[in-house]
């Protein structure tokens, strides 16, 4: 079937899925298939729960006329999800970058909908699945789009412009992160850079932080770029904090005003300078902005400030590498917060680095007072010292039941893959 008439359906039944396990009546049913299983085989389970069509790619699963046949499943997602994007004459803005993406996403979407419907990837669904299904839940009343885009190795990223054809993007920084798959910080670079590639090659604008050398390298050729950061940019402020939280003391004209959030953490300032910036170019208003950032409340165990108890916990538990477990740490030593205590987790996707790396983490750790630190996972196994390490988290959060702190500040932080969730889930 060709994409066209593919796309005709979807106009009567706007509703993708891919998992059987959420699938409502009258969905579009996708049959992916994954390295352990055969999405195929869900086909007739789909269509008894009433969905409109099951798009396969075997066709020894079709049972009748609802099943539609295509030579790739995963291609007719992305190239139906293109035909889509296709429609809008709206702008779509491209984020990705080593850390801070998905905050940087949320505090631009939570500025740009005082003034725009606005569409963006939701939590993190920002791979070659993510992508397509992200654009296809955008409605014909939208005013901008924004997509996430994730990577771990080469032509990632390329792959995904293909499918978005994005006319904005924006790089948040280029760090050491999924080292295995890039290889090496110029690997990281390269794969990142694949999203300046495409909007040079288009003649789309990027927006750049200007605080970041290698950046103006990468967009070398771009002519379309606006810039934000500490100074000598079009977008232009400097990181305040009030003890705990992030905010943002931005200059416009002979004005200067604070912008307050409820993120914590230095490292987030790009972020919000960011949100700030793509929100005035796009014509949000200053006070509009000043308000969507003030009531931004993070929710996804990224710079979130937590109390439990009498003690208070940063929690910055959904990605570590590195860049952000450095970041995170010296922005912890300096904060004047009682008390302090480390909980972190391994960091993955480290290949060869790992054992360097986690030592690097850990002579880090020993130029500061700490009044406790807890390592889990094996990547810290032997790297410890004078610490306490548990080769989990599990075992790490039997230990915090039966010797919990008090009166303490907490910084929480490691990969997804160390479920550092349960050692908080220990107080």
């Known amino acids: ?36 299983f055969d999405g195929n085989t869900f086909a007739a389970q789909a269509l008894e729960k009433r969905a409109a069509v099951a798009v396969i790619d075997n066709v020894q699963y079709k049972t009748d006329e609802r099943c539609i046949v295509v030579p790739d499943v995963l ?46 990837t939701k939590g993190n669904l920002n791979n070659h699945i993510g992508v397509p299904l992200t654009i296809l839940k955008i409605k014909p009343d939208a005013g901008f789009a924004i997509i996430e885009m994730g990577a771990n190795h080469q032509r990632e990223i390329a792959g995904y412009c293909e499918v978005a054809r994005p006319d904005y993007g924006l790089i948040t920084n280029c760090g050491k992160a999924h080292i295995e798959g890039f290889g090496g910080e110029e690997g990281v670079r390269k794969g990142k850079g694949e999203l300046y590639d495409f909007l040079r090659a288009t003649g789309g604008s990027i927006f750049r932080n200007s605080d970041l050398d ?23 402020g400097k990181p305040v904090t009030n003890g705990v939280f992030i905010g943002v003391e931005f200059q416009q004209g002979g004005d200067t005003q604070v912008m307050e959030t409820q993120l914590v953490g230095d490292y987030n300032f790009p ?38 108890g009498t003690n208070q916990i940063i929690l910055d538990a959904y990605n570590a590498n590195p860049s952000s477990m450095k970041a995170a740490i010296l922005n912890f030593a300096a904060t004047t917060l009682p008390n302090k205590i480390l909980w972190l987790g391994g960091m993955k996707e480290m290949g060869d680095s790992e054992r360097d790396e986690h030592t690097q983490l850990v002579t880090l750790i020993n130029n500061y007072e700490w009044q406790q630190v807890i390592l889990a996972g094996k990547e810290f196994e032997g790297l410890q010292g004078k610490y306490l390490w548990f080769e989990s988290s599990v075992l790490a959060a039997d230990y915090i039941r039966h010797h919990q702190p008090a009166n303490s500040s907490i910084l929480l932080k490691g990969s997804r893959g160390s479920k550092m969730e349960l050692m908080l889930d220990a107080l």
């Open 75 to 120: 291609k007719a997602l992305q190239q139906l999800a293109t035909w889509h994007r296709m429609q809008f004459k709206i702008p779509f803005l491209a984020i990705t970058g080593s850390n801070g993406k998905t905050t940087t996403k949320e505090l631009i979407a939570a500025v740009l909908s005082r003034k725009f419907v606005t569409y963006a």
């Open 271 to 308: 972020n919000i300078l960011a949100g700030i910036a793509i929100g005035l170019h796009f014509g949000v208003p200053m006070a509009d902005i000043k308000d969507a950032l003030r009531a931004y409340h993070p929710d996804n165990s990224r710079s979130q400030w937590l109390k439990k």
């Open 214 to 236: 290698y950046l103006e390298q990468m967009a070398h050729g771009i002519e379309k770029q606006i810039t934000y950061g500490t100074a000598d940019a079009d977008y232009c």
């Open 1 to 36: 079937m060709e994409t066209e008439e593919l796309y005709r359906i979807y106009l009567k039944n706007p509703s993708v899925q891919t998992d059987t396990r959420k699938l409502k009546e009258n969905d579009m049913f996708f049959a992916l298939s994954g390295p352990n």
